[in-house]
């Protein structure tokens, strides 16, 4: 398992939320956790400028890891992807699954070469409940991949999945809590907003 630790700096940070990409606040998402943060998950990479800035953050946290391949369970994590292995050293390859009508989602064969003995870094920008991404680490592993770590945006899932350390880059700063540990609810000081993801 891969240990690393990583934050957006203080101007990405200000960029998001001047662009409304990150608000502040009090939300409870659909997997039940609570967080001061809510990310527009649908234009968050919309701006190269800063997608690029924060796959270069998730990259330096995983720079000493030899990653292969970088391989993302989404549409949302595919953008995201690519900046990460762009800044890797050296450029590590993309590998993204597509989703199919019955909710599984399918990894192309022509890229299953890019998966097996590989040294694979799963991204994705969100990670809500993380089942989706735990279901994708079973997929790569099953092709004979090496999952060595998980980076995302922000997760509100557990810090560990399937064994390996989630990297949040925003959680530093907004992390997520069970509902029973928020201290957003204890201060009583803002109403909530249920987050349909």
Same mark, same amino acid.
């Not at 919309?46 to 292969?68: C, E, N, Q, V």
């Not at 595919?78 to 050293?89: D, K």
């Not at 199919?100 to 990670?127: C, F, M, Q, T, W």
């Not at 991949?145 to 945006?153: D, F, K, S, Y």
């Given at each position: 398992?891969?240990?690393? !630790?990583?934050?957006? #700096?203080?101007?990405?940070?200000?960029? +998001?939320?001047?662009?409304?990409?990150?608000?502040?606040?009090?939300?409870?998402?659909?997997?039940?956790?609570?967080?001061?943060?809510?990310? #527009?998950?649908?234009?968050?990479?919309?701006?190269?400028?800063?997608?690029?800035?924060?796959?270069?953050?998730?990259?330096?946290?995983?720079?000493t890891?030899?990653?292969? !391949?970088?391989?993302?369970?989404?549409?949302?994590?595919?953008?995201?992807?690519?900046?990460?292995?762009?800044?890797?050293?050296?450029?590590?390859?993309?590998?993204?699954? !597509?989703?199919?009508?019955?909710?599984?989602?399918h990894?192309?064969? @022509?890229?299953?070469?890019?998966i097996?003995?590989?040294?694979?870094?799963?991204? #994705? @920008? *969100?990670?809500?409940?993380?089942?989706? /991404?735990?279901?994708?680490?079973?997929? /790569?592993?099953? *092709?004979?991949?090496?999952?060595?770590?998980?980076?995302? +945006?922000?997760?509100?899932?557990?810090?560990?999945?399937?064994?390996?350390?989630? +990297?949040?880059?925003? @959680?530093?700063?907004?992390?997520?809590?069970?509902?029973?540990?928020?201290?957003?609810?204890?201060?009583? #000081?803002? !109403? /909530?907003?249920?987050?349909?993801?």
């Amino acid at each position: 398992m891969v240990l690393a !630790t990583s934050s957006l #700096d203080s101007p990405i940070v200000s960029f +998001l939320k001047q662009d409304r990409l990150l608000r502040e606040g009090h939300f409870c998402y659909r997997s039940g956790r609570h967080s001061a943060a809510l990310l #527009d998950r649908d234009r968050l990479l919309a701006d190269p400028a800063a997608a690029s800035r924060m796959g270069y953050a998730l990259a330096k946290s995983f720079f000493t890891a030899k990653i292969d !391949t970088v391989a993302a369970p989404s549409i949302w994590g595919a953008g995201l992807a690519q900046w990460v292995a762009y800044f890797l050293e050296p450029r590590a390859k993309v590998v993204y699954s !597509t989703p199919l009508p019955d909710g599984s989602r399918h990894i192309a064969e @022509n890229l299953h070469d890019l998966i097996v003995d590989k040294r694979i870094l799963l991204i #994705d @920008n *969100l990670l809500l409940s993380g089942d989706t /991404i735990q279901r994708f680490d079973s997929d /790569i592993t099953s *092709l004979g991949g090496e999952v060595l770590g998980i980076g995302c +945006l922000w997760s509100g899932s557990d810090e560990e999945i399937n064994g390996h350390q989630v +990297l949040g880059l925003l @959680n530093s700063r907004y992390p997520a809590y069970l509902p029973d540990d928020c201290p957003l609810c204890e201060s009583g #000081d803002a !109403t /909530i907003e249920t987050v349909p993801y």
